[in-house]
């Protein structure tokens, strides 16, 4: 049985939907964050699924049973919402805030009994606010009211607690503090936690599985590398960015990255450019300025002249992250060359995985390319290839390559023969 099975529902304030036919299955015990743009609907959806609003078609099931059925109480104790705005004005102790979460437990004129305390005790200590109990909420920090407000959705005893951006307004430390509250509480506890967080790399971190909403219908639903995609990121914020794997988390990392404005158009030639492992911001850059059409090839997804060539938004051929270049790949990359006027192999370490980029770069020669090779080694013991490589770039010279010296020479040169 599903914690939350949530069937094509429908929601608008006015007339206009603000929730847009939305369907998902949550199984119990998971992480959840749902994500996307300001005004896509994810406070909206977090209401209707704790019945403050109930949509206008669909249905949603707690547990299997269909959300109107429950009573207040009965609802209460299976959901806990965790709003978004917990300003609270008046003096009560944190332990008075706390007590709250236990109403759905008491009859009427039902004074608090030894169990309700030894729950708020239990609730305190778990989110680290015992030492508040006597506190008022109003002379606590941010981040402690955070914790207490989640402390007083523990006490309701919930299977399922939804959070409204539970970090905003909080700085990183405390940020991945609560974070780390919670996913202690999912873990010990089998606690489902649904949130609705700004912070994707954060939400990538932490979740079994994203919501992605945008303009009220689901974009993207379920493990973080499958909804934090560039189309999808791009679809959703209209951003440009770069997706990699956080090096200490290993969790996928997001990064923005700006869309130069192209220059208008000052050359018809279009140059591919054979690089990678930063030998090719360089030469990418003074002929992208150039006003040169270009072409990357063959680059490992996360290379650096990868993420580079992502950002001009210029094409290029792809190959896995650290695997070498298949023969699907190589083809894609000899089309590019026969595509191109002019090919360039900046200073690429003659490696064993290089050598099929070379012998593209030899293929254009031999098709009659200018091909140019800038030779830029600090010393003479760069060959990894048993001197394959070196057979294989003085051959290339004997067929006409030209070899320059630097990145300034090279655009002299392409520039003297266009
Ligand atoms: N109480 C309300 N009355 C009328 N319209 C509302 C109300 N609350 C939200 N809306 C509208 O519904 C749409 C979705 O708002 P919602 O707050 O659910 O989005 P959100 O994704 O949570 O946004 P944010 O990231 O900015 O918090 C917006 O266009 C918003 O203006």
């Not at 290993?250 to 130069?260: G, H, R, W």
């Not at 850059?285 to 990868?306: A, I």
């Amino acid at each position: 049985m599903y914690a939350l099975k949530v069937n094509d529902i429908e929601f608008g304030y006015d007339r206009e939907l603000v929730l847009k036919g939305i369907s998902f299955n949550i199984e119990k015990g998971k992480f959840i964050s749902i994500i996307g743009p300001n005004g896509s609907g994810k406070s909206t959806l977090l209401k209707t699924l704790n019945n403050l609003y109930k949509p206008t078609k669909g249905n949603i099931f707690i547990e299997g049973n269909e959300i109107s059925s429950l009573k207040g109480k009965d609802l209460a104790k299976r959901i806990a919402l965790v709003p978004q705005n917990t300003n609270i004005d008046y003096d009560f102790t944190v332990e008075d805030i706390v007590l709250m979460g236990r109403h759905p437990y008491k009859g009427r004129f039902q004074k608090e009994n030894q169990n309700d305390y030894s729950i708020i005790d239990e609730s305190l200590k778990m989110t680290n606010t015992l030492h508040l109990k006597d506190r008022p909420i109003t002379e606590i920090s941010g981040g402690e009211r955070q914790r207490v407000i989640i402390a007083k959705a523990l006490a309701q005893r919930p299977t399922i607690i939804l959070l409204d951006e539970p970090t905003s307004h909080l700085d990183i430390n405390h940020q991945i503090d609560i974070l780390n509250l919670l996913k202690n509480l999912n873990k010990e506890k089998g606690t489902t936690i649904i949130l609705v967080i700004h912070d994707i790399n954060l939400a990538a971190r932490y979740s079994d599985e994203i919501i992605l909403l945008n303009d009220g219908v689901v974009l993207g639903i379920g493990k973080p590398e499958e909804v934090i995609t560039t189309t999808n990121v791009e679809t959703a914020y209209n951003l440009n960015v770069v997706i990699d794997r956080n090096k200490y988390t290993n969790s996928l990392y997001l990064t923005p990255v700006e869309i130069k404005k192209r220059i208008p158009k000052k050359q018809t030639e279009t140059v591919h450019i054979i690089c990678g492992g930063g030998t090719g911001a360089e030469v990418i850059n003074r002929l992208y300025d150039e006003g040169f059409n270009l072409t990357l090839g063959v680059l490992n997804v996360g290379d650096s002249d990868w993420q580079h060539g992502k950002s001009l938004m210029i094409p290029m051929v792809e190959e896995a992250p650290f695997t070498g270049i298949s023969e699907k790949t190589y083809n894609k990359n000899s089309e590019k060359v026969k595509a191109a006027d002019i090919i360039v192999i900046s200073s690429i370490p003659f490696s064993r995985g290089n050598l099929k980029n070379l012998i593209s770069g030899y293929e254009g020669l031999k098709s009659g390319k200018k091909v140019f090779f800038i030779w830029d080694y600090p010393d003479e013991n760069f060959d990894y290839t048993d001197g394959k490589a070196t057979k294989l770039i003085n051959e290339m010279k004997q067929t006409g390559m030209k070899v320059v010296k630097s990145v300034e020479d090279l655009v002299r040169s392409i520039k003297e023969c266009t």
